[in-house]
């Protein structure tokens, strides 16, 4: 999607990118998801990091496999505005008026100190301007399901499935839904404004690559069978390791 804003606030907009699909084979089975759980089960409960609960207090009451998804977007911002300035130039001590571009300037004495010590005084015109600045960004970015901004390269790398409709297809049930419906979220995270921005010339928004990348996550339910408490453990199904996305 490319969105302009020109001086005139006249916006046009284009198609997206075609969004790709991709599910990532499963590299890790249950069983070896389950040996993982029930060996580090009780550092799950853990208090203080090191007060952990006695082996047989904690029961993992199942492992389920969902897939859950993840936004990849890369974009690129450009910038053309003017950005408001405010001047300060030294002029001669006797100097009562400045004439700059025709605008009379009265000079203001300015006192300063370093490290308490008074410093001889001396004269300034202060005057508003307009610097005309340029400004580019290109952001990979990549959001949960809820809209949340994660760190892309901590989202497992897996080999692709072949036929990701298919997959999804088979197990509806197991594959999660994302909640993001348009690009606001992707235009507030890139399209960041600098301070003190005035006029804008023209303001590009452009999204050059988009996916939906589903990962293969187990989720472990253990219980503390003497407090109750239960604990939900997601396992990367591509590392085995535990995920915090």
Known sequence: ???????????????????????????????????????????????????KPKHEEIECESVLLFYEPFLMVKANYFLDYYENKTYRTKVGDN??????????????????????????????????????????????????RTGREIDPTKLPSAPAEPEP???????????????????????????????????IVEEVFEVTEHAIVYTPIYEARCRHLKTGEIKIVPISGVTGKMLSL
């Open 95 to 144: 100097a009562t008026e400045v004439v700059v571009f025709g605008q009379t300037l009265k000079p203001e004495v300015i006192s300063e100190r370093t490290k308490g010590v008074l410093k001889r005084s001396h004269k300034e015109i202060v005057f508003d301007a307009q610097e005309r600045v340029i400004h580019k960004a290109i952001e990979q970015i990549a959001l949960n």
């Open 1 to 51: 999607m490319v969105a302009s804003i020109l001086a005139k606030e006249e916006i046009n907009e284009e198609e997206p990118p075609e969004r790709k699909l991709i599910v990532h084979k499963i590299i890790v089975d249950l069983e070896t998801v389950r040996n993982v759980i029930v060996k580090d089960k009780t550092r799950f409960f853990a208090k203080l990091g090191f007060l």
């Open 165 to 199: 409709e298919k997959v999804l297809k088979e197990c509806p049930e197991k594959a999660r839904k994302l909640r993001i419906s348009s690009f606001n979220t992707l235009k507030e995270i890139v399209c960041k404004k600098p301070p003190n921005i005035g006029r």
